[in-house]
Structures are given as C-alpha cells and as structure tokens.
C-alpha cells in the first residue's frame, strides 16, 4: 500500500479541496436548507472519483444515494454514511463561517467536517487512490449515503426492507463513523446501544391555564407529569415491569478482554477521554461498565407553565410534557419496553398521561472475530492511531444498525478525525486525519479482499 500511500499525499491539495468544496455544501436535514444542492453535488462526485452506477432514490423526506464500484471481484462491501449536518447554532459560538470551510492552521473548520462529510468523502477518495495505482479496487463496494441521519433517518429502515435484494449482495457493512478522541485514541467499537424515545403529555381538564388560588381544587398536570415521571425509576433503578429481562452482565472474562476489570485509567484521564464529568463516587471501572453494558432511562426535557426566568406569574398550568429517551443494550425490544411503560403507568392511575413513541432503534452487536471487524481493527491501529480503546458497545444509537439486523450481515464502524467535536462550534478536522481518513479505507479495501 506504500504507493497508493504516496499517491494520496502526492494528491492532497485535490483531495482537500474537494471536501471544502462537501463542507460548503449546506445540507441541513433539520431544516431542509441545501438537501437537494448538496445531493447533486455528491452524485457528480462519486461518478469523477470513480464510483459507477450512480442513483438517487427519493423517500418521504431526503434522497437515498446509491453507487457501485465493480462486480466481478470475489467479495463485496456495503458502505454507509450520511450527507446530512446539524445546523450551526449560534454563529457567533464560530471563529469563522461554519460554511466557507476555512483552513486555520493545520484544522479545517466547518459544520460537517467530522461528523460525517470528512469519513464519506474520504471513502470516495479511495476509490479513486486505489485506481490511480492500481486500476481496480479489489473488491465489489456498494455506496448508501442517506440525507436524515441528523433526524432519525426515518426513511432508512423502509428504504432497507425495500431494497433488501440488492443490498444483501454485500458480504459485510462497513459504517464510516469513528475517529481520534481527545488524547489521541480510537475506538475500535463493537456494538451500539439501542434507544426508545417517548414523550409523556398532560393536558388540564380545564383546557386553559387558571389562577393558583384554585390550586387546591383542581389537578395540575405539571404535579401529575412529575409523579407520573418519578414511578418509572428509583434510585438508579427502572422500575418498568420487565426492563431488566434479557440484559445480560458481562463475563470475568469479557471484562478482562476490554479493560474493565483492572482500568489502567484513572478518573482524570477517563473524564479527559471523554469530555465530561462522572458523577461523584463513581468509579471508573463501574463508569465503564454502566457506559457499555447497562440500559438508561433519562430526561431530555420538561416543560410546563409560566419558565420566564426572575418573573411571577400564579398560575395552574394548562399542560405539562416530558421527553425521555431509554438506551437499551442487546437482549432488550423497545417495543416491548414501550407497551410495558403504557401498562405501567394505567396500573399506577396515571390515565390522563398520553404517551407517544418518537422514534426507536434496535441494539446491534458484532462478533470481534468477523473478517470485517478484524480488518478494520488492523486498518485503524496501522493508519490513524496505535493508541486504541476497545469498546464492547457505544453508548450512542444509530439508525445504520437496520442494515446488519435486516440484511443478516456483519458490520463494523470506522474513521478518522476529531469525533468529539461532533455538532460543536468550530468543528474541526485536522488536514492529517482526513488524508489518514482516505488511507484508511483504501486499507481497508485492500485488506478486505485477501
């Protein structure tokens, strides 16, 4: 792979100017701002770089991009990814425009450029690396780049089931997410946690807000959505009927496999890690564990009433709403989970509290010993870091994991860059990380067919 090494480097200024060109493209899937732009502009990218067959797919809300790369090659690898961004948020949190794409020092600074426009583009650029140096890619791969990723990809999993014929084509999926944490490490992952997302409403009988003086002769429904809240958990513990069937604890020898039963890590260096703060009293060994392998129930928000911050306003509110997402690991249904929550909260006389389903994902995890995931394992220790930290399951969820849980076949995630600055100000990617990025799955294409 030295030539093609040499290649991308010799053709960095291209391949650099091609993703500032993706970065400026807006494609914000929560407000529908540039979609159709930035399609058009990835399509006749795909084809310049080598990517054949070329189609777009319209679904209820943003396109689907297909795109082939041979057929006649003995394996074949279904690539993910998404073209959708968050919005910016406050443009005075940028130091520059998070759309024109700025170089500023060794970074390039833009919406997008981490998550995800960086990995896809550079799993394009490889493509045409590896037909620069050696006039075939060695392997079939089959391009899904989808525009809702940002909202849920609602269109995904129809999309998938759709298509399902086509798709199973591919030996195993390869997820381009991933990159270098703060210290220099990355994930080599192997799991994802699912999610349930509800939201809990009350409405006041009265249908409007009232006075407080009638507050003892009438039901406030902000009282009722915080009792209704408090039964589903205590002290830690979910208190849903059922939750807890099916999660299973990891094996001494499991948590010797990923570091968990001696962290060589201390506290500091695992909040530096991860860019937060664990909750007092809790150790690092148990923070990893609660992290991987156990389900959550929490509290996205709540609204209700008069919130004008220093301001008096003596009211019973007309209604109150809650939203609460529940990360799920292997072993658990979130439908079932939700329809348990329903009788749960019935059995406990919460009968005016409706309760709606948002959006809910399936946890996926990946034997280590799959071909895929051992080749990008070695493609990601040898090109983007030695430094590595196994993960058994990511404690985030994402819709690509209805491509393994349908079409039966392995998937493994990874990528170059500063993932932690995921829909931060001033998102970032070094010029390094993005040309470690497009070696990366020019090795992992190689490597993938011998």
Same mark, same amino acid.
């Given at each position: ?26 494609? &914000? ?76 020092? #060794? ?7 981490? #998550? ?14 590896? $037909?620069?140096? !050696?006039?075939?890619? /060695? ?60 939201? $809990? ?15 003892? &002769? ?16 205590? #002290?830690?513990?979910?208190? &849903? ?23 060589? &890590? ?28 156990? /389900? ?12 004008? !911050?220093?301001?008096? !306003?003596?009211?019973? /509110? ?14 658990? #249904? ?51 870091? !030695? ?47 993005? $040309? ?15």
């Amino acid at each position: 792979m030295k030539e093609v090494y040499e290649s991308i480097d010799k053709n960095s200024e291209l391949f650099l100017g091609e993703l500032r060109e993706f970065i400026r493209q807006l494609g &914000i899937s929560t407000e529908n701002t540039g979609i159709k732009e930035t399609v058009s502009w990835l399509v006749a990218k795909m084809k310049e770089n080598g990517v054949e067959k070329v189609q777009t797919f319209e679904t209820q809300r943003h396109p689907v991009i297909l795109g082939r790369v041979g057929k006649a090659a003995k394996r074949t690898l279904l690539v993910y990814g998404h073209y959708d961004v968050q919005p910016p948020g406050d443009r005075e949190d940028w130091k520059v425009d998070p759309f024109a794409a700025e170089v500023v020092g #060794d970074r390039v600074i833009g919406r997008g450029t981490c #998550d995800m426009k960086n990995n896809l583009m550079a799993s394009i650029h490889a493509v045409k690396a590896l $037909l620069q140096c !050696k006039k075939s890619v /060695p392997i079939n791969l089959i391009f899904i780049f989808e525009g809702e990723e940002e909202i849920g990809s609602p269109s995904l999993k129809p999309f998938i089931e759709e298509h399902k014929e086509e798709l199973s084509a591919c030996d195993s999926i390869l997820c381009v997410e991933g990159g270098e944490n703060k210290t220099g490490q990355v994930l080599l992952t192997y799991g994802y946690k699912g999610l349930l997302y509800v939201e $809990l409403s009350v409405e006041s009988p009265a249908g409007v807000e009232v006075h407080s003086m009638y507050a003892g &002769i009438i039901d406030n429904p902000a009282w009722t959505l915080i009792s209704a809240v408090q039964s589903l958990k205590e #002290d830690e513990k979910v208190l &849903i009927p059922h939750f807890y069937e099916g999660v299973k604890e990891p094996s001494l020898k499991e948590k010797i496999k990923y570091g968990l039963a001696r962290v060589a &890590i201390n506290k500091e260096k695992l909040e530096e890690t991860f860019d937060l703060k664990i909750k007092k009293g809790m150790s690092v060994s148990g923070a990893l564990l609660e992290a991987c392998y156990k /389900p959550t129930l929490n509290i996205d928000g709540f609204y209700s009433g008069y919130t004008v !911050k220093g301001g008096i !306003k003596t009211i019973v /509110p007309a209604s109150a709403w809650a939203k609460i997402d529940m990360r799920l690991v292997p072993g658990q #249904d979130p439908s079932t989970i939700f329809k348990n929550m329903q009788k749960h909260l019935e059995s406990k006389g919460f009968t005016d509290v409706v309760v709606r389903k948002l959006a809910e994902l399936p946890a996926y995890r990946v034997d280590p010993n799959e071909r895929i995931v051992q080749v990008v394992s070695k493609a990601l220790k040898k090109v983007v870091s !030695k430094k590595t930290m196994a993960v058994p399951i990511v404690p985030g969820s994402g819709a690509f994991v209805w491509l393994p849980r349908i079409l039966g076949k392995p998937m493994a995630s990874g990528g170059s860059g500063a993932g932690y600055m995921a829909h931060r100000p001033n998102e970032f990617v070094t010029i390094q990380q993005y $040309l470690k990025g497009i070696k990366l799955f020019a090795t992992i294409y190689n490597d993938y067919a011998s």
